[in-house]
């Protein structure tokens, strides 16, 4: 069963700008998005992803290819997907890398969030954290 992790504070319909996303260094990568806040203004939000290992984002005319129940779950709210093949393939490829290292790991989840007409992006990822914009990586 899939988990809700995070949900966007108001109606996607009250996405002013974005969402837009960033890769940073470091394995990292971030949606972010302003909205209307409470007193009229914009606030700006998002997420920040670290321990990235790969990430996809799905538009307009492929949304189709996102099974619907998957979509509606992600719609406006960040959920893990408990069983992939996609998380699958890549647990399978990190034991098989990390077999040979003394590199410690977490376990990677399997990520997804859907806006309107898209994006839908997914991300697999060691964890995920909500910021805002003063506390955003630059």
Same mark, same amino acid.
């Given at each position: 069963?899939?988990?809700?992790?995070?949900?966007?504070?108001? $109606?996607?319909?009250?996405?002013?700008?974005? %969402?837009?996303?960033?890769? !940073? %260094? !470091?394995?990292?990568?971030?949606? $972010?998005? $302003?909205?209307?806040?409470?007193?009229?203004?914009?606030? #700006?939000?998002? =997420? +920040?992803?670290?321990?990235?290992? *790969?990430?996809? &984002? *799905?538009? +307009?005319?492929?949304?189709?290819?996102?099974? !619907?129940?998957?979509?509606?779950? #992600?719609?406006? *709210?960040?959920?893990?997907?408990?069983?992939?093949?996609? =998380? #699958? #393939?890549?647990?399978?490829?990190?034991?098989? @890398?990390?077999?040979?290292?003394?590199?410690?790991?977490?376990?990677?989840? !399997?990520?997804?969030? &859907?806006?309107?007409?898209? %994006? &839908? @992006?997914?991300?697999?990822?060691? $964890?995920?954290?909500?910021?805002?914009?003063?506390?955003?990586?630059?």
């Amino acid at each position: 069963m899939n988990r809700a992790l995070w949900k966007l504070p108001v $109606s996607a319909t009250a996405i002013v700008r974005g %969402p837009f996303f960033r890769v !940073h %260094p !470091h394995r990292r990568c971030e949606i $972010s998005f $302003s909205i209307e806040g409470e007193a009229g203004g914009e606030e #700006a939000i998002g =997420l +920040l992803f670290d321990g990235v290992e *790969t990430f996809k &984002c *799905t538009y +307009l005319a492929s949304l189709g290819c996102i099974e !619907h129940r998957l979509f509606r779950e #992600a719609y406006a *709210t960040l959920i893990s997907l408990e069983e992939s093949a996609w =998380l #699958a #393939a890549i647990k399978k490829a990190r034991s098989e @890398y990390y077999s040979k290292t003394s590199a410690s790991q977490k376990e990677p989840q !399997h990520l997804m969030i &859907c806006f309107d007409d898209g %994006p &839908c @992006y997914e991300i697999i990822c060691e $964890s995920f954290q909500a910021i805002t914009r003063a506390s955003a990586i630059d």
